[in-house]
């Protein structure tokens, strides 16, 4: 008998506990404000078409890009880090 209203207790525990765990997770997320979910631009993985845009774009002043190429390969960037340094390096003067 003992063992039943154990049993019985423990149960309604359980069920207690679950029912306000569903009642947690119902509740509406937190809206982040803007800022916080917008990445940096060094962050955000360039598309392939913006890459052939910015090719394009060097392509007309191929010994400037040039240098830029052999600065990366000197500095040693890789990925996306690759690209936004040929793209500032284009942008001097």
């Known amino acids: 008998m003992v063992r039943k209203l154990v049993c019985a ?12 765990a ?3 997770t119902a509740a509406a997320p937190a809206v982040t404000p803007p800022a916080a979910t917008e990445a940096k631009p060094g962050k ?4 392939v078409q913006k890459l052939k845009d910015m090719k394009a774009k060097w392509s007309a002043n191929k010994p400037k890009l040039k240098e830029c190429r052999k ?12 690209w936004f340094y040929i793209e ?4 001097k003067s």
Not at 9 to 20: D, E, F, I, T, Y
Not at 71 to 82: E, I, T
């Open 9 to 20: 207790a423990a149960m309604l525990l359980v069920a207690g506990a679950l029912q306000s």
């Open 22 to 24: 569903s009642a947690q």
């Open 44 to 47: 955000i993985k360039l598309t």
């Open 71 to 82: 600065d990366v390969k000197a500095k040693g960037l890789a990925g996306d880090d690759r």
């Open 88 to 91: 500032e390096c284009m942008g």
